[in-house]
Structures are given as C-alpha cells and as structure tokens.
C-alpha cells in the first residue's frame, strides 16, 4: 500500500498544493489501492514504487543533542567573534600599563655664533632624562646634561678660551588638586577592565543563546519525527483495516460499500505522512543552521532519539526568579557598565577642580675650563642648584566639564532603568516558563488519559461493526481520535522540554547541564 504515499510525495517535491492537485492525488490513491485490491490474494504484491526524497536529499544523518551542541559552540561565528572581542579587550588593558613605563629621552645641541664685539662662539651640549608617572598622579624625573662652549676673538680676550658645564638634577612634579590621586592613575585601567568584563558576560549570554537555539531547533526535529511516526502507525492501523474489510467482503460478510472509507483515510494519511517528512526535513536544515552545519547536496536530513520523558521535579517560582537575577549576564553587563560609569563621573568631577602643581628639582652642577675638573667640580657638591615652583591655573565657567559631569550622571541613572526593566523582563520569562511547564505537565497527564480511552473505544467500536452495528466511518473515527491524542501528548512533552531549557537559560544551569564550559583561561592577561 506504499503506491499512493510514494505518489503523494512525488508531487509534493514538485510543490503541488493546490485543493485541485490534492483531489487528483485522492483520486490515484484510490485507483492504485483498488488495482491492488482486484489482485489475487487480497492486494499484497504492490505496484512499483517511485523514488522518495533520499534520491534527492541523501540518507539522513544520525545525530545526538551532545554532539549537536559541541558542533554548535566549536563553530559558532558570534562565539567566535565574541572570542576576539575578548583578546582585543585584553590588548587594550595591556596598552594602560604603559603608565609604569619608564621614559627615556636625550638630546643633542650645537651652535656657532660670531659677532663683531663677541666673537666667535661655538658650544655642543647633551643631555639625558629618565622620567616615569607615580601612582599620585605626579611626575618624577632623573636629568643630567653637559656643555661645551668655546669662544674666540671676543671685544673682551678675558673672556676667550674653553669652558665646560655639567648637571645632575632629580625633580618631581606633583598635583595638588586636578590630576592627584591613584584613582585617576589607575582609571583608564579600571575603565578598560571593566568593558573586557563586559564582553566576557556578553560571550557567555551568546554561548546561553547558541544553546538555546540549537536546543529548541532540536525539539523542533523531535516533534517533527514523532508526528511522522503517529501518522504512520495510524496510517499502518488504516491499512490494516482495510485488508479486514476487504477479506469481510470477499466472505460476504461486509459490504464492499465500507471500502471506499478505508481508502479514503488511507490517502489522507498518506498525504500526511508525506507533509511529515518535508517538516522532518525542513526541521533538520533549521537544525543544522542553528548548530553551524554544512548545508547541501547530500547533507541535509538529521536523524535524533526521539525520547520525551519528563522529570518532575519542584518548582519555587520565587527562588527561580532570585537566582535568575544572580546569575543573569544582562544585569551583570549592566553592574559593569555602573561601575565603569562611576569611574568616570569620579574622573569628570576632578575636572572642576582647579590646577594647581607643585614642581621641585635639586642637584649638583659643576663648571670649569677642562671637562675633568667640571665633573670634579659637580662631584665634591661644589655648587648645588635647587629650584621649586607653583603653578595655578582655572577655566572661569567650566561649563565642558559641567556638562559632561551631567552628561555621566544621566548616563547612570539610564543604567539603573535600564537594570529595572531587565529585572522584569527575567521575571516575566520566568513566570511564563514555570506555567507553560506546568501546564505541559498536566496537559501530558490529560492526553494520555485520552490514549487510553481512545484504545478502549477503537476496541468497542471494533466489536461493534464485527456485530454490524457500526460502520468503518466511526471505526476510522476512534482511529483518529488515537492519533490526535497522541499528538497532543507529543506536542505537551516538547513544550514541556522547551520550558525546561528556558529556565535554566534564566538561571544558568544551562551550560553546565550540558557539560559545556567556555575557555576562560585568557581572561587575565599576564603582567
């Protein structure tokens, strides 16, 4: 009796989906199930049959939710991408750290000059300086220079000859208000951190997304299979009802009048069968999209385990909903950016402080006509330079970092209402998820009382036209009522799965529940 599915499905692939077509492919079902009929032995040798989808989209893979997922997380591009955003978040941490640097400069002068009354004079001089930032926001220096002049045919001869000047100076410039202080020092790090830490929580929430995906496509192809299969155990029961009818009439038992309603529901199934497998197969594409893979000629249909037993196990909607909030990256993200905010109100608000800078240098210096006798001058402490200053300045209005010191606080308190709609947001997902399991829970229960009635009742209805006192029509009836039961218990198991992979997105459990622990052995760039 494979002739009139086969048939279906090949007119299916064609996309046939007119009512016209679909009576055209009733009126062949019927014709080729009656062709089998008026053979000898009551219809058991079928006709040839007509290739199915493998011959066009290849022998369906065998798969499981593991290796699904691994697939998915190894080569998902967001997670991926998330990945470098991370290392190059890292890199920018590392870009702070050259505050701790120390900075090395040197120069190199020389000049000729010659004038009627001055002569001639030539001087070279070099200097170098060490320089590094303190954590107080100052600046603390090492300088040493030495210069050679020479001076010939001057108005005055006294003044003609050689002449060498050494240095050694340490100074150390600090500010007294703008600018003091390690908070500042270390901000552009805290800062940086901060969005690292971000990026970070928004892999992880990526990862929880990837997963929930290919979680829910996978459910998708489970239901998908399971509905295949009860229409084709129903249609295998329609079947099987038409081989007793058609042996009751050859007896004389039965009308032949009760075969054409056989017939019917048995093109009928078979159509649905038919429709079965092209949701199977556009539920395996969906699936292989969702987990990154390939798509193409031969690989396209996925084979899963089709089990849907549920656990039951307690339900606190409170304490859900509090550990929900814990372990949200959302709200996590949103801490981040509070803090990082916090930061940079502290930094802007030291912006309306006036500059005031205090600057002190002290060190040897040494001056002679030998270079010798200067650096021996500059040893012995012969003359010592001490120099100090104050620097003062201050904007009248201030009004860039006025507003940009409004602009933060804004900023802040758009966090903060960002956070509460967050935090409802996971509440509401929460209370729908834990009613719709509920609900699937009491709906499976539901259904499979209606199972078992609807055996009973096939079982009645059965010994009642075996009396002549129904008909196939509600015979087929019952059948029908087995299979949308069955259905229903199909459909209140998956939205059970479903609800249950939504609550432990919510509160975490997700990942580890599936054994999958994202690297995070980079997250702190070594120093």
């Known amino acids: 009796m494979r002739s009139p599915r086969l048939a279906c499905i090949f007119l299916a692939v064609l996309g046939v989906a007119s009512s016209r077509a679909k009576a055209d492919v009733l009126g062949r079902a019927l014709a080729a199930v009656a062709a089998v009929d008026d053979q000898p032995g009551g219809g058991t040798s079928p006709p040839p049959q007509p290739a199915d989808l493998t011959a066009w989209a ?56 010659t004038g009627a009354n001055t002569g001639t004079v030539t001087s070279v001089g070099v200097s170098g300086e060490v320089s590094r930032l303190l954590p107080t ?11 050679y002049a020479k001076t010939t045919g001057s108005f005055q001869a006294l003044f003609d000859g ?31 951190t901060f969005a690292r830490d971000a990026l970070v929580l928004a892999r992880q929430l990526a990862a929880i997304q990837t997963v929930q995906a290919v979680i829910a496509a996978y459910w998708d192809l489970v239901l998908a299979e399971k509905t295949v299969a009860i229409t084709q155990a129903s249609l295998d029961l329609a079947r099987e009802r038409l ?94 950016q509070d803090r990082s905010a916090t930061i940079d109100i502290e930094v802007t608000e030291n912006g309306l402080l006036p500059q005031l800078d205090a600057a002190l240098s002290l060190g040897p210096t040494g001056s002679a006509r ?20 104050l620097t003062f300045s201050r904007s009248l209005d201030q009004n860039d970092v006025r507003g940009r010191v409004r602009e933060q ?35 499976v229960m539901l259904s499979q009382r209606a199972i078992d009635l609807a055996n009973e ?24 009522e087995l299979r949308q039961a069955e259905l229903r218990k199909a459909q209140a198991l998956i939205d059970w799965h479903k609800a249950e992979v939504v609550i432990q997105a919510l509160t975490g459990e997700l990942l580890p529940a599936y054994g999958i622990a994202l690297d995070q052995a980079a997250l702190t760039p070594a120093r």
């Open 137 to 147: 926001g100052g600046t603390v220096a090492l300088h040493a220079d030495s210069t």
């Open 162 to 192: 050689t002449s060498w000047t050494n240095n050694l100076a340490a100074s150390i410039t600090q500010p007294l208000l703008r600018g003091r202080g390690r908070a500042l020092f270390e901000a552009n790090e805290v800062r940086a």
């Open 457 to 480: 009742n096939i079982k009645i209805e059965t010994d009642r036209f075996n009396l002549g006192k129904s008909t196939n029509f509600d015979v087929l009836n019952r059948l029908e």
């Open 243 to 336: 081989r007793i009818t058609q042996i009751g009439a050859e007896g004389g038992k039965v009308p032949r009048s009760e075969i054409p309603a056989v017939l019917q529901i048995i093109a009928t199934r078979e159509e649905d069968v038919l429709n079965g497998e092209l949701t199977v197969l556009d539920r395996s594409i969906g699936l292989r999209r969702a987990a990154g893979m390939p798509i193409g000629a031969g690989e396209l249909g996925l084979r899963v385990a089709t089990d849907l037993e549920t656990q039951d196990r307690p339900l606190d909607l409170g304490q859900l909903v509090e550990r929900a909030y814990t372990a949200s990256p959302e709200l996590a993200q949103l801490a981040t």
């Open 58 to 113: 290849g022998e369906a893979r065998a798969t499981t939710l593991p290796e699904l997922l691994q697939i998915a997380v190894r080569q998902a591009p967001n997670l991926q991408s998330a990945k470098l955003d991370i290392a190059i978040a890292e890199a920018r941490i590392q870009e702070t750290w050259a505050r701790n640097d120390w900075l090395f400069q040197a120069k190199l002068t020389g000049s000729h000059t």
């Open 370 to 389: 030998t270079f010798g006798q200067s650096w021996k001058d500059l040893a012995e402490l012969n003359a010592l330079a001490i120099a100090g200053s």
């Open 409 to 443: 606080h804004e900023i802040k308190r758009k966090l903060m209402v960002s956070a509460f709609d967050v935090r409802a947001q996971i509440a509401q997902t929460m209370s729908q998820a834990v009613a719709q399991l509920e609900l699937a829970r009491r709906r």
